[in-house]
């Protein structure tokens, strides 16, 4: 693609910017859009067009130059003297030791506590001019103990979890890569629909090669037709359960008028405390059909372990003072985006004492606020909700628990803790409030060191002697089994949008988890399991037969003249056509499947067997309506990005295959989709002749193959052969 179309959509009536336009009846964003601002937040920003006046740059300061020689040594000498006294000072042998990172990057200022990274900027400005958001950052591998327990990582900018990318509707959003970690890396936009920019998804195999150690690269796309609560992470092996995972929050232009108070993001996650890597050898190894459990679960990259459970690692004990916090005054409402950034764990959330909890947001899609509590989310998906502050005093424990009896019964290892948990206070007054963008929170961090809340060693907080604790309690209603909080709960998008009334196709997918030769378990979607090209990425391999007139890749349906089907299940289509998935689970698990690039509406979903598209009003295959007159299955379905296919049950979707590229549709339970579970869709063919892969991106596959499997789940063949199991 040319540099100057770099950004733009290929889809000048694009179904995304029909929704954005519509008008709008949710009450909780008043309509506060000019007139004059609709133009503009209709215009894509090309990469020719910019105003480079508006990129964000850290700014450097001047050297100031010295008058006198003398003045200067003497400068100089005093100044090297109190470095190295406080280099003395502050040396503290527990910390990570993560070369080069100060190389690169000197550690932002830490905020006073460190949950307040995940709240969002009060003084945001949502009708802001479009603009460049620009993020400088460095992989590296290094130790950290999130909830006490000391365990090899990957953090971003010595962080962990990632830093909060935050940013408008309508902007561009660069992010400079610098690999010092000792694998290979790629980050996915979980939920971005890279709508012209399908290279920058992410997914190492399908799109990209991986950015092998000691490279860089930037990923830039817009962000358009789109807004809410997203996250990134390392879609290169299991690395997000290392540490490489982050939120991302994108604006719309109606939250100016937002009737809430308070801002933040609260990530949920599984946590084990052996690295993902050696973890995911063993799942893939012969004769193994379990997936591990957690050690404990994380909330904001926070718990706390009981050292005295864990005699043979290295454990030291976590503060109070260091759960997050949510300060509330009576009266008011907050919006928590709560993200489950985890590998496997469903989870259940809900604050004690308080059922007030108004869903508004699933998965980026603006919902009628609806009471939901306790909140249930599985790997990949997102809520906001709303919570209305409605007591006048007191301290809540905010609780976000697994869901254990997905785990077939096996109890957590060590005596795990499967609940994560933050401290909701009320507070009298605004300025008792913490929050990381008020310029007069008291400082007190030690160490300034911004590995998150694991690297600082868990210093105590100099309130931890006065922090009251919560002495609420609650208990969660037992679920027997992984299902969507849509699948009880009717989530209706807002402004309403009906889905699609006619299927050009409808493809159905039996998934599994099947033992195949020398007992090895893989993920299986119609006998196919999904093995990525790291080398020679699936974008890369079509744009160039396209470009040689290779018919073999301008095949609709599925493709099995350019891909093998047993290691890559392709359907494609040539223009925008809508699609339907019936997904069939053949299996004891709960998979939620994950849709890269678009959305999904949810027609129906279910245990057992599929009933037909007849028990919806639908004609065979999606063909239509039995009877025009009953549009009810199509009337403002739940749109979302991530979507769960229960146990033994299935799942009935339906999408507009209209963004041209080649898109990954996978289980995000992280075990499962390395061993496999995992498709693509190749959409719009035509559009896609004539594009051409930045050269930056084909740049990252000239590294050795050994260079770029690093961090990749191991090959099949190593596990052949007698001896090896």
């Excluded at 040396?91 to 969002?120: C, E, G, M, N, T």
């Excluded at 993200?339 to 869903?359: M, P, R, S, T, Y």
């Amino acid at each position: 693609m040319a540099e100057s179309k770099e950004g733009q959509s290929l889809l000048p009536n694009d179904e995304h910017s029909q929704i954005r336009n519509a008008p709008s009846s949710n009450t909780v964003y008043r309509d506060y859009t000019p007139n004059s601002m609709e133009a503009e937040e209709d215009g894509l920003l090309s990469h020719g067009a910019r105003d480079e006046s508006r990129q964000i740059r850290q700014a450097t300061s001047p050297t100031r130059q010295m008058g006198w020689p003398f003045a200067a040594l003497l400068a100089t000498f005093v100044v090297a003297a109190f470095a190295l006294a406080g280099l003395l000072l502050s040396f503290d042998p527990s910390k990570p030791d993560i070369d080069s990172q100060a190389d690169d990057h000197s550690a932002p200022p830490q905020p006073s506590h460190l949950d307040d990274r995940y709240v969002l900027d009060p003084d945001w400005d949502f009708l802001a001019p479009g603009q460049v958001r620009e993020y400088e950052w460095t992989i590296t591998d290094g130790e950290s103990r999130p909830d006490g327990v000391l365990r090899p990582m990957m953090l971003i900018n010595n962080q962990f979890p990632g830093p909060l990318i935050e940013m408008n509707e309508g902007d561009v959003l660069v992010v400079k890569l610098l690999n010092k970690a000792s694998n290979a890396t790629a980050l996915h936009w979980h939920g971005i629909f890279q709508n012209g920019t399908n290279w920058m998804d992410g997914a190492a195999g399908v799109t990209q090669c991986p950015i092998s150690p000691g490279q860089s690269y930037q990923y830039r796309f817009n962000v358009t037709g789109q807004s809410g609560t997203y996250f990134y992470h390392g879609h290169q092996g299991v690395q997000a359960l290392d540490g490489l995972i982050g939120p991302m929050v994108v604006h719309s232009r109606r939250e100016a008028g937002r009737p809430y108070s308070s801002d933040r993001v609260v990530m949920l996650q599984d946590w084990w405390y052996e690295p993902a890597s050696g973890i995911m050898r063993h799942v893939l190894s012969p004769g193994v059909e379990d997936e591990p459990i957690p050690n404990t679960a994380l909330m904001n990259g926070v718990n706390q372990a009981v050292c005295s459970d864990h005699p043979h690692r290295n454990c030291t004990e976590v503060g109070a003072a260091l759960l997050p916090r949510l300060d509330i005054t009576h009266g008011e409402r907050h919006r928590i985006r709560f993200i489950n950034v985890g590998g496997f764990a469903w989870f259940q959330v809900a604050i004690d004492e308080h059922k007030d909890l108004q869903v508004v947001e699933v998965d980026g899609t603006i919902v009628e606020p609806t009471l939901s509590s306790p909140l249930v989310i599985s790997p990949g998906q997102r809520y906001s909700a709303v919570l209305r502050a409605d007591h006048d005093e007191g301290a809540f424990w905010l609780r976000a628990r697994m869901i254990t009896s997905c785990f077939g019964g096996r109890k957590l290892p060590e005596n795990g803790i499967p609940e994560a948990r933050a401290i909701v206070r009320y507070t009298k007054t605004i300025e008792a409030r913490h929050g990381g963008h008020d310029d007069d929170d008291d400082d007190d961090d030690d160490d300034g060191d911004d590995a998150g809340s694991g690297s600082n060693d868990h210093d105590q907080d100099e309130d931890e002697q006065d922090l009251i604790l919560p002495q609420t309690s609650s208990s969660f209603p037992f679920l027997a089994g992984c299902k969507d909080l849509s699948s009880t709960t009717s989530f209706r998008p807002s402004p309403r949008q009906s889905a699609p009334e006619v299927a050009d196709h409808s493809w159905h997918l039996r998934v599994n988890l099947a033992i195949g030769d020398w007992r090895l378990q893989r993920g299986v979607l119609n006998s196919s399991s999904f093995r990525p090209n790291l080398k020679y990425p699936t974008l890369h391999r079509v744009l160039d037969g396209l470009a040689q007139d290779n018919k073999s890749f301008a095949i609709e349906g599925v493709n099995t003249a350019a891909f093998d089907a047993d290691s890559e299940l392709v359907i494609s289509n040539n223009k925008v056509e809508t699609v339907d998935i019936i997904l069939q689970n053949m299996d004891e698990n709960s998979h939620p499947f994950h849709l890269h690039g678009t959305r999904m509406w949810v027609l129906g979903q279910g245990h057992g067997y599929f009933p037909g598209y007849e028990s919806f009003g639908l004609l065979p295959e999606g063909k239509g309506l039995l009877d025009p007159a009953n549009r009810t299955v199509i009337l403002n379905p739940l749109k979302r990005d991530t979507i769960t296919v229960e146990n033994f049950g299935w799942v009935l979707l339906r999408f507009v295959a209209d963004n041209p590229g080649v898109w990954l549709f996978h289980c995000h339970v992280i075990w499962h989709s390395e061993a496999g579970m995992g498709m693509q869709f190749l959409s719009r063919i035509d559009d896609l002749r004539g594009l051409e892969v930045p050269e930056e991106a084909r740049k990252l596959c000239d590294a050795p193959e050994e260079e770029l499997r690093k961090g990749a789940p191991p090959k099949d063949e190593i596990f052949f052969g007698f001896g090896n199991d």
